[in-house]
């Protein structure tokens, strides 16, 4: 009922900038936080940027200064725009965004992923 959509991804310069995007759809009532996760090959899958709904963001250090998340609450989208992207950045990129599918005293919040895109900069 829910799906996320990463864009975006592909293969860049050392040094270059990337913008990633990612749409929400389906059956949403309300959004909380969003966020962006990445998962370099043998590694775990590592948050570096969030983002609540009042607008408050939180970064990992590694891409402090160089990354910027941002949402959009009318179009259910998040962003993240990369600069000066080094090869230490190469990895899959995910989406993920707790969201209620219905109202109420108690709503229904739950984590989705999107599928993934990958980032690969080239030294």
């Known amino acids: 009922q829910v799906q996320l959509v990463e864009s975006g991804g592909g293969l860049v310069q050392v040094g270059k900038s990337l913008r990633l995007s990612c749409a929400a759809s389906?059956?949403?009532?309300?959004?909380?936080?969003m966020a962006w996760y990445r998962q370099a090959p043998g590694k775990e899958r590592d948050m570096i940027a969030t983002?609540?709904?009042?607008?408050?963001?939180n970064y990992a250090d590694s891409v402090k200064g160089r990354f910027t998340i941002a949402r959009d609450g009318e179009k259910n989208t998040v962003d993240l725009q990369m600069n000066n992207l080094e090869p230490e950045d190469t990895a899959v990129y995910y989406c993920?965004?707790?969201?209620?599918?219905?109202?109420?005293?108690?709503?229904?919040?739950?984590?989705?992923w999107g599928q993934g895109t990958q980032v690969t900069v080239s030294s």
């Open positions: 389906g059956s949403i009532f309300s959004i909380g936080v």
């Open positions: 993920v965004a707790e969201i209620a599918t219905r109202g109420g005293i108690v709503m229904d919040y739950q984590y989705y």
């Open positions: 983002i609540n709904s009042r607008g408050s963001t």
